[in-house]
C-alpha cells in the first residue's frame, strides 16, 4: 500500500508564494510519476504539474494556466514532491492533491494515477 500526505497549504495574498509537498510511504517504489491536481468548488479535478521518475531526476510537465509560476520537483532520498507555487492568482484556490501515476513517465490525466492523497487546501485573497 502506499500513503501520500499533502502539506504547506494555507491562506496567501495575490502574488505571494506557497510550497507545498507530498510525502510518499509504504511501498512507493522508485519509479513511478507524482502528479499534482486541484478541484476548485464546482469544478472538476484539473491536472496541475507532475514529474517522472529517472535517474537523472525526472521530466516534468504543467497545465498551460499555470507554466512560468508554478515549479515541480523531487527529492528522491526524502521519497518527497514538492510544488513551489509563485505568483498566486485568486483562480488558483482549489484542494490541491498529490498522486501516484505511471511509471517512468507522466500523465495528465487523473485515470492514469492510482493512489491519492487527502489534499491540502490553498486560497487566494484577492
Known amino acids: 500500500q502506499v500513503q501520500l500526505v499533502e502539506s504547506g497549504g494555507g491562506l496567501v495574498q495575490a502574488g505571494g508564494s506557497l510550497r507545498l509537498s507530498c510525502a510518499a510511504s509504504g511501498r512507493t517504489g522508485s519509479s513511478y510519476a507524482i502528479g499534482w491536481f486541484r478541484q476548485a468548488p464546482g469544478k472538476e479535478r484539473e491536472f496541475v504539474a507532475a514529474?517522472?521518475?529517472?535517474?537523472?531526476?525526472?521530466?516534468?510537465g504543467y497545465a498551460d494556466s499555470v507554466k512560468g509560476r508554478f515549479t515541480i520537483s523531487r527529492d528522491n532520498v526524502k521519497n518527497t514532491v514538492y510544488l513551489q507555487m509563485n505568483s498566486l492568482k485568486p483562480e488558483d484556490t482549489a484542494v490541491y492533491y498529490c498522486?501516484?501515476?505511471?511509471?517512468?513517465?507522466?500523465?495528465?490525466?487523473?485515470?492514469?494515477?492510482?493512489?491519492w492523497g487527502q489534499g491540502t487546501q490553498v486560497t487566494v485573497s484577492s
Open positions: 514529474i517522472s521518475w529517472n535517474w537523472s531526476g525526472g521530466n516534468t
Open positions: 498522486a501516484r501515476g505511471p511509471r517512468y513517465t507522466y500523465s495528465d490525466s487523473p485515470d492514469e494515477y492510482n493512489y
